[in-house]
């Protein structure tokens, strides 16, 4: 019940492509979905997050699309560069309720985006 | 930009024998995180510490695991007596408040042999 599950586990798009992550927790009780993104050698850093009170969210190229009956949400990246070469993680987490807020990661996705 | 720092960044220890994961998280947060990522897998979260206390630990954060905030700014990871399967890298993360951003350090690889 604690689990995220994420696909694919690596992605190849070329420049100027979408690039599309999925998504998918069985936890109703999860409340905030985070996107961290992870170059090597660095930690995760917030890409963008979402609250289930909305079905979409968007900021600069990213966006994420949320789907509460699905229990499934996904990262859009639109017009990919090669600087979006990275790790990407999605997470979930019950903000309200619970011991602690913390996060539970997905196993993330590495992105390629080629020239 | 205020920011998680760790040290030491890489750390070879022996098996058997104590390690010190040192962070200082961002100045006005209150609520602390010990994260860590076997190479190639997933971030998994190990304890959250809040108000001089151990919040919430995993199943990973056994008795040779521990955690400490010596002082205002400090915030240590030990391993009383590492194992192979310890290997893997550390991730500190602080957050101002219980909701919000979580924001995480470099993160201090740790070496096992």
């Known amino acids: 019940q604690q689990q995220v599950k994420q696909s694919p586990q690596s992605l190849i798009v070329q420049k100027g492509g979408i690039s599309i992550i999925n998504c998918a927790y069985e936890n109703t009780a999860f409340d905030y979905f985070p996107w961290y993104q992870q170059f090597p050698g660095k930690g995760p850093a917030l890409l963008i997050a979402i609250r289930p009170d909305v079905s979409e969210k968007k900021e600069g190229r990213f966006t994420i699309s949320f789907n509460k009956s699905a229990k499934q949400f996904s990262l859009h990246i639109m017009d990919s560069q090669p600087g979006d070469s990275a790790t990407y993680f999605c997470a979930a987490s019950k903000e309200y309720g619970g011991a602690t807020n913390k996060l539970i990661f997905g196993t993330g996705t590495l992105l390629a985006v080629q020239p | 930009e205020p920011e998680v720092t760790q040290t030491p960044s890489h750390q070879v220890t022996q098996m058997g024998q104590e390690v010190i994961l040192r962070c200082v998280p961002i100045?006005?947060?209150?609520?602390f995180y010990w994260y860590r990522q076997i190479l190639g897998q997933k971030v998994e979260f190990l304890v959250s510490f809040y108000n001089n206390e151990i919040s919430e630990k995993s199943e990973i954060f056994d008795d040779q695991f521990s955690v400490e905030r010596p002082d205002g700014s400090n915030f240590t990871l030990k391993i009383r007596s590492t194992k192979l399967e310890d290997s893997a890298m550390y991730f500190c993360?602080?957050?101002?408040?219980?909701?919000?951003?979580?924001?995480f350090g470099e993160g201090s690889r740790l070496t096992v042999l």
């Open positions: 993360a602080s957050r101002e408040g219980r909701i919000g951003e979580l924001f």
């Open positions: 100045s006005n947060h209150l609520y």
